[in-house]
């Protein structure tokens, strides 16, 4: 707690200090997500992603060099030094410890909701997140790979190895066609704790069934989702969930 004898700023001690420097950057955070927000709420989600793509390359740049002149690090491009020059296997760790936070962040929003209120609306504003992040994150990796406007399931497979979950779960694919393959959840961290805590499974089929026909669509429109099992569809030892995707020309 910051001593309420402390009126402006420039009274805090070190410790207040690195605490609202911390503050500013999860308010810039938020900021930066509420635009989105409202531009999807004012203009629609393609737009959205239009204005997202030139505001998102701009603000990085300018924040990063920013920062980088205060903490004496240079810019390389749009990337911060240090990680060009971190050691490879390091930098995959960070990657990695990042996909966990993620996760993590969103189990303590799910039980921020479901103690302060119930379980009902912890699931019901979690399906409704899901349908807001999933399509956002298929933009970003079709973005980051430079994928086309239909890379058809190649495509898919591809991206869906660069998803958050990618660098947490682990994943495989299975009963592949010309037209369709079967994508399966080996190994689920959410899952995989519950099961190790002698719990029955997380329900997640319906925020799966968002999840996953919204990336698709988001990667490419013509692929449609399929739900093989998710719990709490009882399921085999080898898998948590299962989904086939189809591409339907």
């Given at each position: 707690?910051?001593?309420?004898?402390?009126?402006?700023?420039?009274?805090?001690?070190?410790?207040?200090?690195?605490?609202?420097t911390m503050?500013?950057?999860?308010?810039?955070?938020?900021?930066?997500?509420?635009?989105?927000?409202?531009?999807?709420?004012?203009?629609?989600?393609?737009?959205?992603?239009?204005?997202?793509?030139?505001?998102?390359?701009?603000?990085?740049?300018?924040?990063?060099?920013?920062?980088?002149?205060?903490?004496?690090?240079?810019?390389?491009?749009?990337?911060?030094?240090?990680?060009?020059?971190?050691?490879?296997?390091?930098?995959?760790?960070?990657?990695?410890?990042?996909?966990?936070?993620?996760?993590?962040?969103?189990?303590?929003?799910?039980?921020?909701?479901?103690?302060?209120?119930?379980?009902?609306?912890?699931?019901?504003?979690?399906?409704?997140?899901?349908?807001?992040?999933?399509?956002?994150?298929?933009?970003?990796?079709?973005?980051?790979?430079?994928?086309?406007?239909?890379?058809?399931?190649?495509?898919?497979?591809?991206?869906?190895?660069?998803?958050?979950?990618?660098?947490?779960?682990?994943?495989?694919?299975?009963?592949?066609?010309?037209?369709?393959?079967?994508?399966?959840?080996?190994?689920?961290?959410?899952?995989?704790?519950?099961?190790?805590?002698g719990l029955?499974?997380?329900?997640?089929?319906?925020?799966?069934?968002?999840?996953?026909?919204?990336?698709?669509?988001?990667?490419?429109?013509?692929?449609?989702?399929?739900?093989?099992?998710?719990?709490?569809?009882?399921?085999?030892?080898?898998?948590?969930?299962?989904?086939?995707?189809?591409?339907?020309?």
């Amino acid at each position: 707690m910051i001593d309420k004898s402390v009126q402006i700023p420039q009274e805090l001690d070190q410790e207040g200090l690195a605490r609202l420097t911390m503050d500013f950057l999860h308010r810039t955070m938020m900021h930066h997500a509420l635009w989105y927000a409202e531009v999807i709420h004012q203009l629609g989600q393609e737009k959205a992603f239009e204005v997202l793509d030139k505001a998102l390359a701009l603000s990085s740049k300018i924040q990063l060099t920013r920062i980088g002149k205060t903490l004496g690090f240079e810019m390389k491009d749009d990337i911060p030094a240090p990680f060009l020059e971190m050691d490879k296997e390091k930098l995959a760790a960070l990657k990695d410890a990042l996909a966990i936070n993620w996760l993590a962040n969103d189990g303590v929003w799910f039980q921020a909701v479901e103690f302060s209120e119930n379980m009902f609306d912890a699931k019901r504003c979690n399906d409704s997140c899901w349908a807001q992040f999933s399509p956002l994150e298929a933009w970003s990796i079709k973005r980051f790979l430079g994928l086309e406007e239909y890379p058809g399931l190649e495509g898919l497979k591809r991206a869906l190895q660069f998803r958050l979950y990618g660098s947490i779960n682990k994943q495989s694919f299975a009963e592949e066609t010309d037209n369709s393959f079967l994508f399966l959840m080996n190994d689920c961290r959410v899952q995989s704790a519950r099961k190790r805590k002698g719990l029955d499974d997380y329900p997640c089929k319906s925020g799966g069934m968002i999840e996953y026909s919204s990336f698709a669509k988001g990667i490419d429109s013509r692929i449609k989702s399929e739900c093989i099992g998710c719990p709490p569809d009882a399921h085999p030892e080898e898998w948590y969930c299962a989904w086939r995707f189809t591409l339907v020309e």
